[in-house]
């Protein structure tokens, strides 16, 4: 029987914590330090957890190798099982020719590049996230933007910064129903409160995408069009996490931001707009183009529908799954066991850790859901089965090393948590105090960081910030709200969503430039949340806190 410790240290939890940091620590200098590949620091860092759960946590070795093969097994489903199949569908679309349609449609709504960039990495992929989650809006949008004119390096750090202000209510909310499941808090007071922070992200979020493609000049001139766009997904967020539906809350505010855009740009025009001037390869096997040439062709409506029809389908198709008679069928495909090697497993309270479960809802997964719109973008797009499995083994090719890091990243991640290595570095931040209350977002973003996922992150520390928050006479839904709010901002620097990012792109290997190019981005808005929630603790704010 393994026992979890928190101080196997000399007895001391910062000293243990600074251990714990280790591979984190090697994961990120090889990452964007030494510029290794995505996979090989994921590998390497996978290693040093291992040794330090074993050498300096005394986790038995068979439980070690058990609990990183479950870690793995995570990571090909249900997380990679969703990348092949959005990327799977782009690759028909470009086959095809719909995707250089799509182009062309965008170019109608704003052939401003800029504003492109809130109406698909923003806007869109508030949508997508709101109804899959789990990496599908990075790799779907990073593509959309490849499209219309964007080099593959900058339309992924794009796609990976706007992956911010929806994460919290992504996939029909599910990291904050998984945080009041484990915390005890009523859903509605989590989703509120969480509803009253992330808001504040949407403001700053269409002018950081701005600044990106084009500096200053590009948010001294678009930055009515990003402020109505922000505005209103914040509008739109808030209003319906308070008021209306935390479930739906993504979906009412990306609507709602689209629709808004899409009428402002009716009465205004950026003075001088940044046009495409041209884009050589995008994507391995993708043909070039030239967006000044492409101006003057003409799409029928016939092709127009057909190109968005893919997006059309994935998002008839999740809205169904989450039908209540639906989702209870495709439930019933679920199958949950104890991964081998795990049972042994006990937290301080004596107690399995949920981790140790495996839980393989196949039908209902975001991927199969995936799988399913593929084929019936098949039967739109008319592409021959011969066709569509061509571009599935393309896919495999595409996607093997990235595979091979988001495998080895929640490897990593579940070696850390079981062994206790995380819960050690979430302690050692909960004794903080007063302070504590700043440091909460960081908690989330941490877990966040490791792990690539909001849920995953509220499942490992959201009952650690209730208690600690008991134990500093601080708001209890405040902290653990804190905790999904931070926790967006660690997404964009997490290796698992940077290995997706690149993969959909075609740039397997640039991680470390990936992570070099948003991780300031991501310490930037942490900073500004850690303020909000620590202002929200004092006399200042506490009028905001539910």
């Keep these: 029987m393994y026992k979890q410790v928190l101080d196997p240290v000399g007895d001391s939890l910062f000293l243990s914590a600074l251990v714990a940091m280790l591979p984190l620590l090697t994961l990120f200098v090889l990452l964007g330090g030494l510029k290794l590949k995505a996979h090989v620091a994921g590998l390497a860092s996978l290693a040093v957890a291992m040794v330090i759960a074993i050498a300096v946590w005394g986790m038995p070795v068979d439980t070690t190798f058990a609990v ?9 489903f249900p997380i990679i099982w969703i990348i092949w199949n959005a990327i799977w569908i782009y690759n028909m679309t470009v086959e095809t020719g719909h995707f250089a349609v ?16 809130i109406i698909v990495a923003f806007c869109f992929g508030a949508l997508l996230e709101a109804l899959a989650g789990f990496g599908t809006p990075v790799a779907i949008t990073a593509v959309m933007l490849i499209a219309i004119g964007f080099k593959p390096m900058k339309a992924a750090a794009i796609a990976l910064v706007a992956n911010t202000a929806p994460v919290a209510f992504g996939a029909i909310a599910t990291p904050i129903v998984t945080l009041a499941e484990l915390t005890d808090l009523p859903q509605a007071d989590l989703g509120a409160m969480v509803g009253r922070q992330t808001p504040l992200l949407a403001l700053f979020v269409p002018l950081i995408l701005v600044g990106m493609v084009d500096g200053w000049r590009g948010v001294r001139a678009v930055w009515p069009a990003a402020l109505v766009g922000g505005f209103t997904f914040a509008v739109g967020q808030f209003v319906s996490s308070n008021y209306i539906s935390v479930e739906l809350t993504d ?43 492409e101006r003057d062709v003409r799409d029928s409506r016939a092709d127009i529908f057909k190109a968005y029809a893919p997006y059309l389908i994935i998002i008839v198709v999740f809205a169904l799954a989450q039908w209540g008679p639906l989702k209870d069928f495709l439930a019933k495909g679920a199958a949950e066991f104890t991964w081998p090697g795990t049972g042994d497993i006990q937290n301080a ?56 890091t988001v495998m080895a990243v929640l490897a990593l991640a579940y070696v850390m948590n079981l062994s206790a290595q995380t819960l050690s570095i979430g302690n050692w931040l909960a004794g903080a105090g007063g302070i504590l209350a700043f440091l909460s977002p960081i908690i989330g973003w941490l877990g966040v ?67 070099r190019r948003v991780v300031g981005w991501s ?23 539910v």
């Design 251 to 293: 979906i009412i505010g990306a609507l709602a931001s689209v629709a808004a855009m899409v009428l402002f740009l009716r009465v205004w025009k950026p003075g001088e707009p940044l046009l495409v001037k041209g884009q050589g390869p995008a994507i391995a096997g993708a043909a070039t183009h030239d967006a000044e040439f």
């Design 449 to 515: 960081a490791v792990t690539g996922s909001d849920t995953s992150s509220n499942s490992l520390f959201g009952v650690l910030q209730v208690t600690a928050a008991k134990e500093a006479g601080l708001d209890p839904t405040l902290l653990a709200s804190a905790n999904s709010s931070g926790g967006v901002l660690g997404k964009m620097i997490s290796p698992q969503n940077l290995a997706i990012g690149c993969a959909a792109v075609g740039l397997d290997g640039e991680e470390g430039e990936l992570f």
């Design 349 to 404: 309270d004596g107690e399995a850790p949920s981790a140790t479960t495996f839980k393989f809802g196949w039908l209902a997964a975001a991927g199969t859901l995936l799988l399913l719109s593929g084929l019936i973008t098949m039967a739109v797009l008319k592409v021959s089965p011969a066709k569509a499995l061509k571009a599935y083994g393309a896919m495999l090719d595409q996607l093997k090393w990235a595979t091979l």
């Design 523 to 545: 310490l930037a808005l942490l900073l500004i949340m850690c303020v909000l929630v620590y202002l929200q603790s004092t006399a200042v704010l506490s009028w905001m806190v």
């Design 102 to 117: 799509l182009r062309r449609s965008f170019a109608t709504i704003s052939d401003d590049q800029r504003i492109q960039a």
């Design 68 to 76: 990183a093969t479950e870690g793995a097994a995570f990571g090909l």
